[in-house]
């Protein structure tokens, strides 16, 4: 049996996909509790083993337990706010800007300075799925989204081997098998596997 082929889409066969879109629901996930949460960050960060060089390397060896639940309780509420939005760009009800890049890649952005920022936008990269002898089944996309690496001289990792410097780096985002998510749009709602949005302005 012959498996289906991806190829570049564009958004303009999709439909019109507009300036600006409003996010109506998808399925958020529960957050872990923070005696669970806690938990994993010890253990993370060795901070229970009796060899203390991992954790009092990256908390120093004095105030190691303080400074290292600083950073949880931080590390926690950042993580259950992200929980609560799309892939970590916004919540139910927010509205985020769409700004064509090229004919088969969008960006959603709730705040668009010109470029893709770092953890802050989306890049949305269009799918035509095609069976092996060309008909057209559905349109997907790969949700991406992009980050700085740094390693600092003389840490940890720059000691196991890791070059000293800073790297950009991409994540993928998504439910399904490859990170493939279908997308619809019809009557002004445009879907992207289990999120939905309304389109609040058209592109004349």
């Known amino acids: ?24 629901n998808f399925s958020e996930r529960n957050p872990p509790t923070w005696e669970s949460y806690w938990k994993d960050e010890r253990e993370y960060w060795d901070a229970d083993r009796e060899d203390k060089s991992r954790v009092e390397h990256y908390f120093g060896k004095e105030n190691t337990e303080e400074n ?3 950073k949880c309780r931080k590390g926690y509420k950042n993580f259950t706010d992200h929980l609560k939005k799309w ?35 989306l890049v949305i990269r269009l799918l035509n799925e095609k069976t092996f002898y060309g008909k057209h089944v559905q349109f997907r996309c790969k949700i991406l989204s992009y980050g700085t690496i740094v390693v600092p001289k003389g840490s940890l990792p720059n000691q196991m081997g890791e070059p000293a410097g800073s790297s950009r780096t991409t994540h993928s985002h998504g439910n399904t ?27 004349k």
Do not use: Q
């Open 177 to 203: 098998k490859y990170h493939r998510e279908p997308v619809h749009l019809e009557n002004h709602i445009i879907k992207i596997n289990d999120a939905s949005f309304s389109i609040l302005s058209t592109i």
């Open 68 to 70: 290292l639940l600083k």
């Open 1 to 24: 049996m012959f498996e289906n082929r991806f190829i570049e889409g564009d958004w303009k066969n999709l439909g019109n996909i507009g300036s600006k879109w409003k996010l109506i």
């Open 87 to 121: 892939n970590g760009l916004c919540k139910v009800g927010e509205i985020v800007d769409i700004i064509r890049l090229e004919s088969n890649i969008i960006a959603l952005s709730k705040n668009w300075s010109g470029e893709v920022k770092d953890h802050d936008d």
